[in-house]
């Protein structure tokens, strides 16, 4: 919700609240301000998709327009998906070992890739390729860099979060997905992992090159 004044933020707030949604004059009551002011709120929150409305017929006169949070409304609300996360990979990691945690890593990896199959095949090139691999992984969390675009070399992304470190670091099959994912993204290219944070370095760096 950053960036949100406070009355746009207590309008999302008023909605998570009320599930049946909200008129003009329900939220212009809760802000305590005019229903002029309240609609510019509004506008605002429309214009970031945040909301969505509904109009209703009553008994008698015109349908009232009811305000609903949106899906992404919804989300703007922040969650424990981190905490919740790494307590569920700890469990999984004792329950069922490296081995098997290596084929779940592989087939997570690829079913990342596939549900984000259409993105992947407007890239014409290589280049525009790991460039929507990296994009990719900053919405995944991993806040990564291209560092170097030189296939003869060897493409390197750097990523400076690992987005399960508390649990990679006695687990590290679990960059399998890291390594797996950009492999598959790529086209089939061969990733090294040439450096990792759970090992102790201050970034993971992934260097993609041509298979010989």
């Not at 305590?32 to 008698?60: C, F, M, N, P």
């Amino acid at each position: 919700m950053r960036g949100l004044h406070e009355n746009q933020r207590k309008i999302l707030e008023y909605l998570q609240q009320r599930t049946e949604g909200a008129t003009l004059e329900d939220l212009s009551h809760h802000l305590q301000i005019s229903k002029t002011a309240t609609k510019e709120h509004l506008l605002r929150v429309d214009g970031l998709g945040l909301i969505k409305y509904e109009d209703k017929k009553g008994d008698v006169g015109r349908p009232r327009r009811f305000y609903f949070l949106s899906t992404e409304g919804v989300e703007s609300f922040p969650r424990q998906y981190s905490w919740l996360s790494n307590s569920l990979l700890s469990l999984i990691t004792k329950k069922y070992g490296p081995d098997n945690i290596r084929k779940l890593m592989t087939e997570l990896a690829q079913n990342v890739v596939e549900s984000m199959e259409e993105k992947f095949k407007q890239t014409h090139s290589l280049k525009e390729r790991v460039t929507v691999i990296n994009e990719v992984m900053n919405d995944l969390g991993y806040r990564s860099v291209i560092k170097q675009r030189d296939v003869r070399k060897g493409i390197i992304i750097e990523a400076t979060n690992c987005v399960y470190h508390n649990v990679a670091k006695n687990n590290p099959e679990l960059c399998s997905f890291d390594v797996e994912f950009i492999k598959r993204a790529s086209g089939g290219m061969k990733v090294n992992l040439e450096k990792c944070i759970s090992r102790g370095d201050n970034v993971c760096r992934f260097c993609l090159l041509n298979k010989d």
